[in-house]
């Protein structure tokens, strides 16, 4: 059974940083590009970021670029965002998700709020 | 960017009817089109990938059409557990998802 377990989440201060980690099990994590997306609370879902199966390529929203970081370990089965200089506005649960058909697996989410 | 445009924001229907979600792109998008729903506080679902694709358990009852950038998603008669929030999302040029419908009972 595909399963998606993110942890990580927390509260943080603006401009503090995080580490979310997504832990891959029930398929060959090496062999499927991974995702990253996030909702805020009440609202829709926004795609954040992407990394290519070997981990060599990644891609972000322009609304994170230069600030998060995607990176995955395939030894260990385990994808990471590393976040950095957080606004109150990366208030949200963050889903890491596989890309089979489409965003066919997701993981429950974890909630991080960047407040003061 | 791609944007991606559902309608209607909310949409009230009874158990059993027929119900068909709008989505556009502001630009083609070929075929790269999945929809998802959401049940409140749980995990997006994928239920269609590439416009008119089921995912694998998913019942036939939901189904997608389209190409370029409009696209429907229709479920053919409502079930209690069909009430939900759906997005549409395109694939084709990063990953653009609508705002979200909400189906509610009426």
């Known amino acids: 059974e595909v399963q998606l377990v993110e942890s990580g989440g927390g509260v943080v201060q603006p401009g503090g940083s995080l580490r979310l980690s997504c832990a891959a099990s029930?398929?060959?994590?090496?062999?499927?590009?991974m995702h990253w997306v996030r909702q805020a609370p009440g609202e829709g879902l926004v795609w954040v970021s992407r990394?290519?199966?070997?981990?060599?390529?990644?891609m972000y929203a322009d609304s994170v670029k230069g600030r998060f970081t995607m990176s995955r370990d395939n030894a260990k089965n385990t994808l990471y965002l590393q976040m950095n200089s957080l606004r109150v506005e990366d208030t949200a649960v963050y889903y890491c998700a596989r890309y089979g058909s489409a965003f066919d697996y997701w993981g429950l989410g974890t909630l991080i709020t960047v407040s003061s | 960017d791609i944007q991606m445009t559902q309608s209607p924001f909310t949409l009230s229907a009874s158990v059993g009817d027929r119900v068909t979600i709008t989505c556009r792109a502001s630009?083609?998008?070929?075929?790269?089109l999945a929809w998802y729903q959401q049940r409140p506080g749980k995990v997006p679902k994928l239920l269609i990938y590439?416009?008119?694709n089921l995912q694998i358990g998913v019942p036939a009852r939901f189904s997608g059409s389209g190409y370029g950038t409009e696209f429907t998603l229709t479920i053919s008669s409502l079930q209690p557990d069909d009430f939900a929030t759906y997005y549409c999302?395109?694939?084709?040029?990063?990953?653009?998802f609508g705002q979200g419908t909400k189906l509610e009972i009426k």
């Open positions: 999302q395109q694939y084709n040029e990063y990953y653009t």
């Open positions: 029930g398929f060959t994590f090496s062999n499927y590009w």
């Open positions: 990394i290519s199966s070997d981990g060599t390529n990644t």
């Open positions: 590439k416009t008119s």
């Open positions: 630009q083609t998008v070929g075929d790269w």
